[in-house]
């Protein structure tokens, strides 16, 4: 098993930054794609963006491309989503994901991420 834990949410005004963390513990996450994933109020959680267990791939929704980067740290287990530009749209709940079946091809569908974390709340003031 995986345990995911996120945090570094808050509130924040339009055209602020956001550094969300995201610690693995239990099984390694080392060779897996992780990803970020959202839910705002009423609608589907969506992915964000991905990286590969090297680092060498990345992958980002067209919203939050340009804005947003991702980053990892195996030694730490830690995955990171550095947020900045940020708009009233990016309201929502941040999940952090392990794709531990693949290495390298990131996935933007859900289904594909076996372990989750709990969310943390970003909340962007207009």
């Known amino acids: 098993q995986v345990q995911l834990v996120e945090s570094g949410g808050g509130l924040v005004q339009a055209g602020g930054s956001l550094r969300l963390s995201c610690v693995a513990s239990g099984r390694t996450v080392r060779t897996s794609v992780m990803g970020w994933f959202r839910q705002a109020p009423g609608k589907e959680r969506e992915f964000v963006a991905g990286?590969?267990?090297?680092?060498?791939?990345?992958y980002f929704a067209d919203s939050v491309k340009g804005r947003f980067t991702i980053s990892r740290d195996n030694a730490k287990n830690t995955v990171a989503l550095q947020m900045s530009g940020l708009k009233p749209e990016d309201t929502a709940v941040y999940y952090c994901?392990?794709?531990?079946?693949?290495?390298?091809?990131?996935?933007?569908?859900?289904?594909?991420?076996?372990?989750w974390g709990q969310g943390t709340q970003v909340t962007v003031s207009s």
């Open positions: 990286i590969s267990w090297n680092g060498n791939n990345e």
């Open positions: 994901a392990a794709d531990h079946f693949r290495m390298h091809d990131i996935r933007t569908m859900k289904k594909d991420y076996y372990f």
